[in-house]
C-alpha cells in the first residue's frame, strides 16, 4: 500500500484514542481510507481521512481515555484528583491565615497596579508622535555653532524663512516636504458673534500629508488655497455643531479672515498636534502680516521653524550629512565666512527625539522626559520586587509550618517535581487573585492618576500587546514570587521533618534577612529622593524674584482694535479705582520672547557675544511690577531725553563689568549705530525658568502704541473678583470685538513649577506606597515570629521577663535590620540625587539632615509596625501559650 | 419495562450487526449503512460509540479477530447481536406494528 494516511494525524489520533481501541480504530480508519482513496481519489481521500479524525475527537473517547488512565496509572503529575487537591490546599491555607492572605494578595496587588500604571505611563511617554506613519522620516532643522571665544556650542531652533526654500529648491531628491511652521499660539476663532478660544498652528502647505492626517471633511488638498484653514473634528463640533463647517467665514483674532475647507481628526494627546485645534496656511500669514512678510527674504531674522519629510528611500543619516554644509555650500555669501568662524552646520532633529529628548547640551538633543521613563520604571520594577519580597518571605517563614504536610506528602509518594508544581501552583493562585485585585484598583485609580500626570490614559483591555504583556507580567511575577519557596520547600527530607527533628539551622532566615534589608534600602532611598525634589521646589519657589507678582493681571492685547483705546482704557481704570497702576510692555514679565545681539560697550571684548533679552516697555512698568532699582534711578517722563535711556539688570551689569554703569553707552553695532545711556541697574528678574541664571536683560522704553501687553497692578482694597469684572466691563465697552482673557502674573508664574511637583507628587506617592508594602510585609513577618516564639516568650515571662525585655528583643531583630539599610541606602540616595539637582543651575544643597529625618522616619514607621506584633506576643499569658501540647 | 434505551441511530447499528451476520466490524457496518440510506453520512466514529454503547448495554458481544495482512496488520473487532439483541429488536418491531395497525385509515400514503 503506497497511499498512506498522514503520518501526523495518526500521532495526533493515538493521543486522545484509548489505549485499549487503538488498534482496532485506527485499523478501520485506514481500512476505510484504503477503500476511498480507490473509490474518489487519493487526494479527496486525505480530505475525508482528516475530518474522519476530526470526528473521533470526542468526549467519549476522551473520558473513556481518562478514565483508563486514571484507573490504572501510579503516579501522574496532571491527575485531575492531585491537581484538585492542591487548589484544596491551597484555599484552605488561604482561608486559614487570612491575615498573611490579605498581607499576601493586597500587597502583591498593590505593587502590581503600581507597576501597572508606572508601565501605561511609560507606554505613553514612549509612544508619544508615533501616531504619525512618518515618524521615522520627520525632522526638525537646527543649527549648531561653536562660540570661538569659549568653544560653548549652542543650537538654534529657529531659521530664517529662505533656508526652506533654498532647501526645497536644491535638496528636492532627499526632502518629501520642507514645511515652514509657524509657533503656535491661543488664537480667538470669531464665528459670527461668536469666540472661541483655540490653540492652533500656521504650516505651510504639505501639512496634512507629512502627519497623515485623516480628512473627515475635504480633501488632502484642502490647504492648497492659502485662504483656507482646517479644523480638528471636536473643535468643529464644538463651534459649528452639526452644521456643515465647509467653507464657514472664521476671523482669527479679529485680524485674519479664513475660510474652513477641511475637518480632520483629532491627533492624540500624546503628539507634537495634540491640543491644536486648526491649521492654516503660512502663505496667508505672510501675506497678511508685515513682520513676517517683511522677513521672506532676510537670512538675518531667524524666526520660524522648519519642518522636514525626508524622501521615502532616504534614511535619515543620509538626509544629515547633506544638508550638514548648507551655510559653506548654499547660504548667501555674506554666510560662508562667519560659518567657518563659528563652524555652524545645520543638523536634523529626527521626531523620536522632540519629546523624550528635549533638552540639549553642547547644541545637542542630549537628555529630556526619558530620565523620567529611566526612573520611574526602575521604581516600578523595584516596587513591585518589593511585593514579590513579602510573598517570598512570608512563605519561607511558614515553610516550617507546612513541612509536616511536605513531609507527610513526600512519605506517601510525591516528587520533588510534584512538589515544586504544587507551591508554583499556590503562588499562581495568589498572583491570579491578586492580579484581579490589581485591576480593581488601577480600574478605581486610573482617572485620578491621569489628572496627576496630566495624561489622558485608557486601560487598553483590547489591545492584544496590552493582554501579551498582562500574561507575561502574572507569569514573571507568580514564578519571581513562587520559584525560591516552590524550591526551597520541596526540599525538605521527609524523615527528618516528620520526626520533627529539623531545625531550620541559623542560615535558613539569613535569605529573608537580605530581602528585608533590600525593601527597606529601596524605600529609604524613595524617601530621600521625595524629600530632595520638594526641597528643591521649596527652593526654587523661595527664590527672590525681584519684582511684586501678587494682583498682578496681565492683559494681552492681540486684537487691533485696542490700539486707539489702550491709553482711554488705562485711564478709565486709574480713574474709577480698579488699578493702582498700569503699564505697558512688549511681553509678559514672566517670558522672554526677544533676544537681540550686536552691542558694544566700553571695553568689550571683540570676541565676547553680546546677546541680551530686550524688554520694550513705558514709564509707569517698574512702578507697577515694583522692581527694585539698585543704582540710579527709573525711566520718568520728566526726563525728555529717556528713549535714548536705559535700564540693565544686575546681570547684565556684571558681564558688562563697567565700573560705574551709571551714564556709561551701549550702542548698536547695527546699521542705525544707535546709543542708549544706562540710566539704572535694577535687580535680576526673574523671567524664565527659575532653576537657571537670570539672562543679561536691557529695558527701553517705546511708545505704548507698538506694546502689546497690558500689566494691571490691580487696587489691593477690591476684591479681585469685582476688580475683574470692572476691568471686562471696561474692556467691553472701548473694544466690543475682543474676548476678555487675563492671566494671574502670580499664576503664569507657577505654573513653572508644574511639572517639577508632578514629579514630586508622583515620588511621594510611589514612596509611600513602597513603604506601606515593606511595612505590611514586615508587619506578617513580625507577627509570624512573635507567632513561632510562643513557647519562648512564656517562658521567659515564667521565669520574670518584663514586657519592656520581650518587646526589646522581639524588636531589636527587625531595627538592625533597617539601621542597615539605611547605611546601604544614604549614600545611594546622595549619589542620584546629586546628580538630579545638579541639572538645575539653581539648586539647593542635600544637606545631612535629609539622611537623619529619612532614617528615623524610617526607624520609627518599624518600631511601629513590629512593636504592635511584639507587644501583642508579650502580653499573652504564659499559662495560655504553655498549656497547649 | 427496565429495558435500556436504543437510540435511531443505535437500532440502525444493531440491525445491521445482525444483517452482517458474523462480518460485522466498523467499516463494514459503515459502508452497508452508508449503502442503504442513500449516502447519507456515516463517519466511522459514531458507528463505533454506537457499537461500544450497545456492547456496554449488553445488546452486542464482540471479539478481536485475527492478524490479517490488510490494514498493516492491525486486528479487527467483530460485533455479533446478543439474544437480548435480539429480542430488543423484535420488541420494538411489534410495538411499531401494533402502532400501524392502530392508524384508523391505513392507506394514507
Known amino acids: 500500500m503506497q497511499n498512506k494516511p498522514p503520518a501526523w494525524l495518526d500521532a495526533l489520533v493515538k493521543r486522545f484514542l484509548p489505549s485499549e481501541l487503538y488498534e482496532e480504530l485506527l485499523g478501520d480508519l485506514h481500512e476505510q481510507f484504503a477503500f476511498q482513496a480507490e473509490e474518489i481519489g487519493v487526494q479527496k481521500a486525505r480530505w475525508m481521512y482528516f475530518f474522519e479524525v476530526i470526528r473521533f475527537c470526542r468526549p467519549y473517547f476522551l473520558k473513556r481515555r481518562f478514565r483508563a488512565d486514571s484507573k490504572y496509572s501510579t503516579s501522574y503529575t496532571y491527575s485531575p484528583a492531585m491537581i484538585r487537591n492542591y487548589f484544596k490546599i491551597a484555599f484552605r491555607n488561604l482561608l486559614k491565615h487570612k491575615g498573611y492572605s490579605f498581607i499576601n494578595i493586597f500587597g502583591l496587588a498593590t505593587g502590581m497596579a503600581v507597576a501597572m500604571l508606572i508601565g501605561l505611563w511609560v507606554w505613553d511617554e514612549l509612544s508619544f508622535n508615533k501616531n504619525f506613519k512618518n515618524y521615522d522620516h520627520i525632522a526638525q532643522v537646527y543649527n549648531h555653532v561653536t562660540e570661538p571665544l569659549d568653544q560653548k556650542q549652542v543650537e538654534g531652533s529657529s531659521q530664517p524663512q529662505p533656508m526652506a526654500k533654498v532647501l526645497r529648491e536644491k535638496y528636492g531628491h532627499i526632502f518629501k516636504h520642507v514645511l515652514l511652521v509657524h509657533w503656535d499660539g491661543e488664537t480667538t476663532l470669531s464665528v459670527g458673534n461668536e469666540n472661541h478660544i483655540r490653540k492652533g498652528q500656521f504650516f505651510e502647505n504639505g501639512v496634512i500629508d507629512m502627519f497623515s492626517l485623516k480628512m473627515l471633511k475635504g480633501s488632502k488638498e484642502s490647504l492648497n488655497d492659502p485662504q483656507g484653514m482646517i479644523l480638528s473634528e471636536s473643535a468643529a463640533k464644538s463651534i459649528f455643531g452639526d452644521k456643515d463647517p465647509i467653507g464657514e467665514a472664521i476671523k482669527l483674532d479679529n485680524k485674519f479672515y479664513c475660510k474652513v475647507s477641511g475637518v480632520y481628526e483629532d491627533a492624540p494627546q500624546n503628539s507634537t498636534l495634540g491640543g491644536i485645534h486648526f491649521i492654516g496656511n503660512f502663505e496667508y500669514l505672510r501675506n497678511n502680516e508685515k513682520w513676517v512678510k517683511g522677513s521672506e527674504e532676510n537670512w538675518n531674522n531667524s524666526s520660524q521653524r522648519i519642518f522636514i519629510q525626508t524622501a521615502d528611500k532616504v534614511t535619515m543619516e543620509q538626509a544629515n550629512a547633506a544638508v550638514r554644509d548648507f551655510y559653506l555650500k548654499d547660504a548667501p555669501d555674506s554666510f560662508k565666512e562667519p560659518a567657518k568662524k563659528y563652524k555652524a552646520t545645520l543638523y536634523l532633529n529626527p521626531m523620536k527625539n522632540w519629546y523624550l529628548y528635549s533638552e540639549f547640551k553642547d547644541g545637542y538633543p542630549a537628555t529630556g522626559r526619558i530620565t523620567f521613563v529611566w526612573l520611574f520604571s526602575i521604581v516600578g520594577v523595584f516596587v513591585l520586587l518589593l511585593a514579590c519580597i513579602n510573598f517570598m518571605n512570608l512563605s519561607t517563614a511558614r515553610s516550617e509550618k507546612r513541612a509536616k504536610e511536605v513531609g507527610i506528602r513526600k512519605a506517601v509518594g510525591s516528587v520533588k517535581s510534584q512538589l515544586v508544581n504544587q507551591f508554583l501552583g499556590e503562588s499562581f493562585l495568589v498572583v491570579g487573585l491578586a492580579f484581579i485585585v490589581m485591576l480593581g484598583i488601577v480600574g478605581a485609580s486610573i482617572g485620578w492618576f491621569n489628572e496627576l500626570a496630566d495624561k489622558k490614559i485608557n486601560i487598553p483591555f483590547t489591545n492584544p500587546y496590552f493582554l501579551g504583556i498582562s500574561f507575561a507580567f502574572l507569569t514573571i511575577t507568580a514564578l519571581l514570587s513562587g520559584f525560591y519557596p516552590a524550591f526551597y520547600l520541596s526540599s525538605f527530607e521527609p524523615v527528618k521533618v516528620l520526626k520533627g527533628t529539623i531545625r531550620l539551622g541559623k542560615y535558613a532566615s539569613l535569605p529573608r534577612k537580605v530581602l528585608v534589608i533590600v525593601q527597606f534600602t529601596v524605600s529609604v532611598v524613595l524617601i530621600i529622593g521625595t524629600i530632595v525634589v520638594y526641597q528643591q521646589i521649596q527652593y526654587a519657589q523661595n527664590r527672590p524674584v525681584g519684582y511684586d507678582r501678587s494682583s498682578l493681571v496681565r492683559i494681552s492685547m492681540d486684537d487691533p482694535n485696542f490700539e486707539n483705546s489702550k491709553l482711554v482704557m488705562k485711564d478709565n481704570l486709574l480713574r474709577n479705582g480698579v488699578a493702582t497702576n498700569i503699564a505697558f510692555s512688549n511681553m509678559p514679565v514672566t517670558s522672554i520672547w526677544d533676544n537681540w545681539g550686536g552691542f558694544d560697550w566700553k571695553g568689550k571684548n571683540p570676541e565676547a557675544q553680546s546677546y541680551f533679552s530686550v524688554t520694550q516697555l513705558d514709564e509707569d512698568f517698574g512702578n507697577t511690577i515694583q522692581w527694585k532699582v539698585k543704582q540710579g534711578r527709573n525711566f520718568s517722563k520728566e526726563f525728555g531725553m529717556d528713549t535714548a535711556a536705559v535700564i540693565i539688570n544686575e546681570s547684565a551689569a556684571k558681564y558688562l563689568a563697567l565700573k560705574n554703569p551709571i551714564g556709561e553707552y551701549i550702542t548698536s553695532t547695527g546699521d542705525n549705530k544707535r546709543r542708549w545711556q544706562i540710566i539704572g541697574v535694577i535687580e535680576d528678574l526673574v523671567a524664565e525658568s527659575p532653576y537657571e541664571p537670570v539672562k543679561m536683560g536691557l529695558y527701553m522704553l517705546r511708545n505704548v502704541r507698538s506694546l502689546g501687553q497690558m500689566q494691571i497692578k490691580i487696587n489691593p482694597n477690591l476684591p479681585i473678583s469685582e476688580a475683574l469684572a470692572k476691568i471686562e466691563a471696561t474692556q467691553k465697552k472701548l473694544v466690543p470685538s475682543a474676548p476678555f482673557r487675563y492671566f494671574f502674573v502670580d499664576e503664569e508664574y507657577s505654573k513653572k513649577f508644574t511639572s517639577e511637583q508632578r514629579i514630586g507628587k508622583l515620588a511621594f506617592l510611589f514612596a509611600i506606597l513602597a513603604i506601606a508594602i515593606s511595612c505590611l510585609g514586615l508587619f506578617g513577618l513580625a507577627s509570624f515570629i512573635a507567632e513561632q516564639r510562643t513557647k519562648e516568650i512564656g517562658i521567659r515571662k515564667v521565669l520574670g521577663a518584663s514586657i519592656t525585655n520581650l518587646w526589646g528583643l522581639l524588636s531589636k531583630e527587625f531595627v538592625l535590620l533597617v539601621v542597615i539599610s539605611l547605611f546601604i541606602a544614604s549614600p545611594v540616595a546622595y549619589y542620584f540625587m546629586n546628580n538630579w539637582i545638579q541639572k538645575y543651575s539653581y539648586h539647593t544643597a542635600i544637606s545631612w539632615w535629609i539622611f537623619v529625618a529619612a532614617g528615623a522616619g524610617a526607624l520609627i514607621i518599624t518600631l511601629l509596625t513590629v512593636s504592635f506584633q511584639a507587644i501583642k506576643a508579650a502580653l499573652v499569658n504564659p499559662v495560655k501559650s504553655l498549656k497547649s501540647e | ?109
Open chain 2, 1 to 109: 419495562m427496565g429495558r435500556s434505551y436504543l437510540g435511531e441511530f443505535e437500532e440502525l447499528v444493531l440491525l445491521t450487526v445482525a444483517v452482517l451476520e458474523g462480518t460485522a466490524y466498523g467499516v463494514t457496518i459503515a459502508a452497508e449503512l452508508k449503502q442503504r440510506m442513500n449516502n447519507r453520512l456515516i463517519s466511522l466514529s459514531g458507528v463505533h460509540i454506537a457499537l461500544y454503547r450497545l456492547e456496554e448495554k449488553g445488546f452486542v458481544v464482540s471479539e478481536l479477530g485475527g492478524a490479517t495482512s490488510e490494514r498493516g496488520g492491525r486486528r479487527k473487532r467483530f460485533f455479533r447481536i446478543t439474544a437480548l439483541g435480539k429480542r430488543t429488536l423484535a420488541e420494538m418491531r411489534q410495538v411499531r406494528n401494533e402502532l400501524w395497525d392502530a392508524i384508523p385509515n391505513p392507506s394514507f400514503s
